[in-house]
């Protein structure tokens, strides 16, 4: 940020310099001055587009950026001589359903495998007629261990486990930080009972690299009645389509039905894009309730990598990544979440439209011998507006813009020679930034005459405002004025 204050503070300085050469031959008197006032209206054409409402999602079962190996389920496990269920049932903390949800059973069970390859079974779980069963599978907490989980089928009748996993969650260990802590993305499966009578499940984990006796895992397993339409889809293996338009995209189809439920979206990068970070956001609602929408990157071996946020916007690359919403705090299947995804489109211009300040409010434009520019008071707050758009003239939203003032007159070790301050662009691409100015120095006196005559001091000040990590800048002289003597 230093460098980056250095750099502007020598543009400006570069421009101050251009505009005392340009004005060395100037008359004293007004008269005659060609207007220069070319930042107090915007002339840029913003062409905004309404979020397009997502009603229909399709699925997408078998995404290309994770690997092949997640649909390779018949991991070694004898079906034939099951392990004896050795699980243990937990009292966690829980989260909180809300008191208009529908009544759920949750269960919370831990346990250890002793060796690499064992399996540890939960069976049986019943499900009646329109009943969701998820399943979530925590830890173990360590780097070294790779445990999956699988869903079957149980045979009612035989006592069998249907060898023929009907859901599956094999992600790779990848340690991510979270609000709660470093973990590995927690393991996740599902099924809804869609016949007229009950049937049987049984849960498996799989350690698939490694085992520890003292090391165990947590399997929470939700039963629920009311859930929305595009249940199961628990994980990035089963992930839905979502498509964004320019403008952004928004869906408002989908709840948070339990403590473990997870909704899962792929989205597609093409390398022919304006746009190089998608702003990830819930409604303000769902996030008091703690829900969030977070972006994963799939490595090899299903490792998924949990995407930075800032202001939630996700840098992102050509190519496939996953959106998971969730929550980590309260519930409702009553409440509908709304998740938007808009481009964080490409800046190519940026353009200072306005002023405005504490004492000279928005209008104060007087013709001195250097132009007509923007007056500002000295120790007053100091308002810069402006504008950032794509090349072709779209808004760029929450874009970050530095702006820079800079008051030459004022050596570095005094502290009044800058001022900086930052702000993001709002939907239609407008940014506003307002920072306290110190006194003018009142280095130049230019006397007015008339019927009343007066001599003004002032400094000459340049403003610069610009995209953060990016060339593209607009630059402006303002007047900060001193103070004015009567008569002169």
Do not use: C
Not at 111 to 126: D, M, R, V
Not at 401 to 425: H, I
Request: charged share 15%; glycine share 6%; net charge negative.
């Amino acid at each position: 940020m230093k460098r980056f204050k250095k750099a502007i503070a020598v543009m400006l300085s570069t421009m101050l310099l251009f505009a005392f050469g340009m004005t060395a031959n100037a008359s004293q008197s007004t008269e005659g001055v060609s207007d220069q006032a070319i930042k107090a209206e915007s002339n840029v054409q913003l062409t905004t587009e309404n979020e397009s409402v997502i009603k229909q999602l399709t699925r997408a079962d078998k995404p290309d950026s994770i690997t092949s190996s997640v649909y390779a389920m018949k991991e070694d496990i004898n079906f034939k001589t099951p392990e004896t269920p050795s699980l243990k049932k937990e009292t966690v903390p829980s989260l909180k359903a809300s008191p208009t949800a529908a009544t759920a059973s949750t269960a919370t069970y831990s346990g250890t495998i002793t060796e690499e390859g064992g399996t540890q079974f939960l069976y049986p779980i019943y499900l009646q007629p329109g009943e969701l069963l998820q399943a979530q599978l925590d830890g173990p907490f360590s780097a070294q261990l790779d445990y999956d989980l699988y869903l079957y089928e149980f045979d009612m009748t035989t006592g069998d486990i249907n060898p023929n996993a009907i859901d599956a969650s094999t992600y790779g260990t990848y340690f991510n930080n979270y609000e709660q802590g470093a973990a590995s993305l927690p393991e996740n499966v599902g099924a809804r009972n869609a016949i007229g009578s009950e049937k049987a499940y049984a849960i498996a984990v799989h350690a698939k690299k490694g085992s520890s006796i003292n090391d165990p895992f947590y399997l929470t397993v939700d039963i629920s009645s009311s859930y929305d339409a595009y249940e199961p889809d628990e994980s990035a293996f089963h992930a839905y389509n979502f498509t964004f338009s320019t403008g952004g995209s928004s869906l408002n189809s989908r709840s948070i039905h339990s403590g473990i439920d997870n909704d899962w979206y792929q989205i597609t990068i093409p390398a022919s894009r304006n746009y190089d970070a998608l702003n990830v956001k819930l409604d303000s609602t769902s996030e008091s309730y703690g829900y969030k929408a977070e972006v994963y990157g799939a490595l090899s071996g299903n490792q998924m990598v949990l995407l930075p946020q800032t202001n939630h916007n996700v840098s992102l690359n050509t190519g496939s990544y996953y959106v998971r919403v969730y929550t980590t705090n309260q519930y409702s299947a009553d409440h509908l979440y709304t998740l938007t995804l808009k481009p964080v489109l490409r800046a190519g211009k940026i353009v200072i439209t306005s002023y405005d300040s504490s004492k000279n409010g928005p209008n104060d434009y007087p013709t001195y011998s250097y132009g007509r520019h923007y007056r500002v008071n000295g120790s007053s707050s100091f308002t810069v507006k402006g504008v950032v758009t794509t090349t072709d003239n779209f808004p760029v939203v929450n874009a970050l813009v530095d702006v820079t003032w800079l008051n030459q007159n004022w050596t570095e070790s005094s502290g009044n020679r800058t001022r900086t301050g930052t702000a993001y662009t709002d939907q239609n691409g407008a940014f506003s930034v307002t920072v306290s100015l110190p006194p003018s120095t009142g280095s130049i006196a230019e006397y007015l005459s008339g019927a009343i005559s007066f001599t003004h001091y002032f400094d000459l000040s340049g403003v610069a405002a610009q995209v953060r990590g990016t060339s593209i800048i607009d630059t402006d002289v303002v007047y900060h004025f001193a103070y004015s003597i009567y008569g002169g």
